[in-house]
C-alpha cells in the first residue's frame, strides 16, 4: 500500500546551524507534496508545498526539495531558531485528493 | 470559524463506555480526515470523506471505530467500548475537493484518556 516514511526520528542541531529534514515516498503517482509543522498541543500545520512538476522550492527560511528518480523530499531550514523545534510531517497528495502522511521527525534546536 | 473546530478538546472516560468526537471543517471545504496520534508518534489515518463519494475507512482499526459526516459538514467520530489503548489524540483536517495543489487544515484535536 502506499506509505510516507521518513529517514531519522529525531534530529538535534546547534540554534543558528541549517537543518535538513528528509522523507522518502512510496507512491510514485503523487502529485503534490507538503510539509507540516507540529508544535507541542497543536495541530500540524502546512509550511511549505511542492508539486511534482518542479524539483525546488523556496519559502522564508525553507526549501523543499523533490527528487522524483528516487522518490525523496526534503525541508531545509536556514539558520535553525528555538521556535524550529516541533515534530515535521511530509505528506504526499494523489490525483484523488487523499494525504499520506510520514511519521514524523522531532526536531530540537539546542540554544 | 475561520480554522477547523474540535470538540471537546479533552475527553476522559472509563474503559467499556461510548464516546463521540466532533469535528467542524472549515467552510466549503469537502474533503474531510480523521487521524489518530499517540504520544510521541506520528499521524495513523483513520477515514477519508470526499464529497458525495464513498468513505475511505481503510484505517479504521476496528469495528468499535465509526464516522459520519452529516450533509457533507460535521463530522462525528464515534468510539464504542472504548479501551485504554484508544487514549490518544485524535485529530480532524480538511481540505478543498478535487483540488490537489492544497494542503489540509488541521484542528486543535481531541486529546482522549481511557481510565
Known amino acids: 500500500g502506499e506509505s510516507v516514511g521518513l529517514h531519522l526520528p529525531t534530529l538535534s542541531v546547534q540554534e543558528g546551524d541549517n537543518s535538513i529534514i528528509n522523507c522518502a515516498y512510496s507512491?510514485?503517482?503523487?502529485?503534490?507534496f507538503i510539509w507540516y509543522k507540529q508544535e507541542s498541543g497543536k495541530g500540524p500545520q502546512f509550511i511549505i508545498d511542492?508539486?511534482?512538476?518542479?524539483d525546488k522550492r523556496q519559502g522564508q527560511r525553507v526549501t523543499v526539495l523533490l527528487n522524483k528518480t528516487v522518490k525523496h523530499l526534503s525541508l531545509q531550514i536556514a539558520a535553525t531558531q528555538p521556535g524550529d523545534s516541533a515534530v515535521y510531517f511530509c505528506?504526499?497528495?494523489?490525483?484523488?485528493?487523499?494525504?499520506?502522511f510520514g511519521d514524523g521527525t522531532t526536531l530540537t534546536v539546542k540554544p | 470559524g475561520a480554522g477547523v473546530s474540535q470538540s471537546p478538546s479533552n475527553k476522559v472516560t472509563e474503559k467499556g463506555k461510548d464516546v463521540e468526537l466532533r469535528c467542524d471543517p472549515i467552510s466549503g471545504h469537502t474533503a474531510l480526515y480523521w487521524y489518530r496520534q499517540s504520544l510521541g508518534q506520528g499521524l495513523e489515518f483513520l477515514i477519508y470523506f470526499q464529497g458525495n463519494s464513498a468513505p475511505d475507512k481503510s484505517g479504521l482499526p476496528s469495528d468499535r471505530f465509526s464516522a459520519e459526516r452529516t450533509g457533507g459538514s460535521v463530522s462525528t467520530l464515534t468510539i464504542q467500548r472504548t479501551q485504554q489503548e484508544d487514549s490518544a489524540v485524535y485529530l480532524c483536517a480538511s481540505s478543498l475537493e478535487g483540488q490537489v495543489n492544497t494542503e489540509a487544515f488541521f484542528g486543535q484535536g481531541t486529546r482522549l484518556t481511557v481510565v
Open positions: 505528506a504526499e497528495r494523489n490525483n484523488a485528493g487523499k494525504s499520506t
Open positions: 507512491n510514485s503517482a503523487s502529485d503534490y
Open positions: 511542492i508539486r511534482s512538476n518542479m
